[in-house]
């Protein structure tokens, strides 16, 4: 009797507590009354176009207070790989530059079949929790693709037990201009701020937020 | 037109009906009119192109560079596939830009961004077939200077969340 009460107690503040980030009543606004000195960033590299829109993002903020900076990346992406170097060695201050690469496994191999995929997903997922548990960012930056959806959803769940209070920011691509990617239609639920690059997608999306085109 | 230059740009994949396109002797001819001398072809990971020379017009192509910024400069009009990399490069540029958009992608998302840049009258934009058409009748001089970016309004958005007073910036 007194375990089902429990879990029922327990459900139940689940429940309410992920309730209560889908609306976004808390987190987001309680970090001005923090003080940071430095934010604890983890910025999510996709590939390609977005890897380019994302470094050219992360060129625009001020390195000493947005440190360290921890890239998730894909294994075997040595295209990202190197651009992210360029990028930090440009970031560099004092001769000083605070970051660090983590590799995880692909979700999804290119030409691989949908039901092997299930598999090397679940296991990109598990690969990912310990990161999360050991980084335990103040900021999570993603644009896609669907590979940032593990880390956002597992970053979710970290805040409903309190063991991340990390803002989930996703910048939606600048080719969007009309409808939202998928990635970017999940994560108006799971991220804390879901930012659109053109007006006429916001007026789309009321959650999203407009502040100009950004690249 | 400074070197009459076109550069036709394929991005990291392949798109070998735009190319084969371009290659024709009739779209030479077209560009040739209108006063353009060379043709520069990335043409990524697709076939050779077979061109069809004709007098007065240069044929020349490469598969791929780190940086294909110099040959945008060097060029006075580009034609490019509709990635947004490569698109919103030419435009930083401030180069003519023609978008080639490639229907054999399924759900090409990638004509979003053509289609706005055209209402917005930053650039042309057609499919492989209408690319004649669109070179015969397009007007370069009446294209607009397409805004960069600004990321600093996401730094600012970001300090503004941490509670951050800062007038920092390098991009």
Known sequence: ?215 | MATGQVLVTVGTTKFDLFISTVCSAEVSRILKRRGYKKLLLQIGNGNIPEVECIEGMDVEYFRFKDSIIQDIQDSSLVLSHAGAGSCLEVLGAKKPLVVVVNEMLMNNHQIELAKQLFTKEHAYYCTCSELKETLVHMNVNSLKPFPSGKTENFANFLNEIFGFNDTFGIS
């Open chain 1, 1 to 215: 009797m007194f375990l089902f009460v429990f879990a029922c107690f327990l459900f139940g503040f689940i429940f309410l507590r992920a309730f209560l980030l889908v609306r976004k009543d808390v987190t987001y606004n309680e970090h001005k009354e923090k003080k940071y000195q430095h934010v604890k960033t983890l910025i999510v590299i996709g590939s390609g176009g977005h890897t380019a829109e994302m470094l050219r993002l992360v060129r625009s903020l001020n390195p000493k207070l947005y440190s360290p900076r921890t890239y998730i990346l894909a294994k075997g992406d040595f295209t990202s790989e190197s651009k992210i170097h360029v990028v930090e060695e440009a970031l560099k201050c004092d001769n000083e530059s605070n970051y660090n690469l983590e590799r995880i496994p692909r979700s999804r191999n290119v030409g691989q079949s949908y039901f092997s995929s299930i598999f090397t997903t679940l296991y990109s997922i598990l690969y990912c929790i310990p990161v999360m548990l050991i980084q335990r960012p103040n900021l999570i930056l993603t644009n896609g693709p669907g590979t940032c959806i593990p880390i956002c959803l597992i970053a979710f769940v970290m805040k409903i037990f309190y063991l991340c209070e990390g803002t989930t920011v996703f910048v939606e691509s600048v080719c969007r201009v009309t409808s939202l990617s998928l990635s970017g239609k999940i994560l108006l639920y799971f991220a804390d701020v879901v930012i659109v690059q053109w007006p006429e997608l916001q007026k789309k999306y009321k959650k999203t937020k407009y502040i100009g085109r950004l690249v």
